[in-house]
């Protein structure tokens, strides 16, 4: 049972594999969680979560890693979507694989996959989020 313990803390929906690295302690660095990023990249899209993900990495050429992965997963989405019968069901399985590719490969490489810290509030870049997002939804739906 403890293996299998072990290999559920780190599935998508399980709300413990989100806290399981987060604490309180004031000496440990202030990120933006591995849930947060993941529900970003299905929410809004994987450049999102990339950008989020960004925020957590300090090397300049790592940053850039991601945020390139971000706009090429992003884009090839929209394309692979476009040719798709029911685009929302492909939208949001897509993103649901970039969102867990983020936080295990890339997190995992460049943050470390057990390090501890505490979860950076998500309020400035949920409005952000929205803001980008609602007028290009509303482009779509009337220009249809």
């Known amino acids: ?3 299998k313990a072990e290999s559920d803390d780190d599935g998508l929906f399980v709300s413990n594999s989100w806290k399981k690295d987060i604490v309180t302690d004031t000496s440990a660095p202030l990120l933006y969680s591995k849930g947060a990023i993941r ?5 809004f899209s994987v450049i999102f979560g990339a ?3 960004s925020f957590n990495i300090n090397d300049t050429k790592r940053k850039l890693i991601v945020i390139v992965f971000g706009i090429i997963y992003t884009a ?10 029911s685009n929302i069901f492909w939208t949001y399985l ?3 694989a970039g969102g867990l590719g983020l ?6 490489k460049f943050i470390g996959k057990e390090i501890k810290y ?4 998500i309020w400035i870049p949920l409005i952000i989020s ?5 007028p290009i939804l509303l482009t779509i739906i009337y220009s249809s």
């Open 1 to 3: 049972t403890r293996k």
């Open 39 to 43: 529900v970003f990249s299905i929410l």
């Open 51 to 53: 950008v989020l993900l």
């Open 76 to 85: 090839l989405t929209a394309f692979i979507v476009n040719l798709m019968p």
């Open 94 to 96: 897509l993103n649901i």
């Open 103 to 108: 936080t295990t490969t890339f997190w995992d």
């Open 118 to 121: 505490r979860a950076k509030p």
């Open 130 to 134: 929205i803001i980008i997002t609602v």
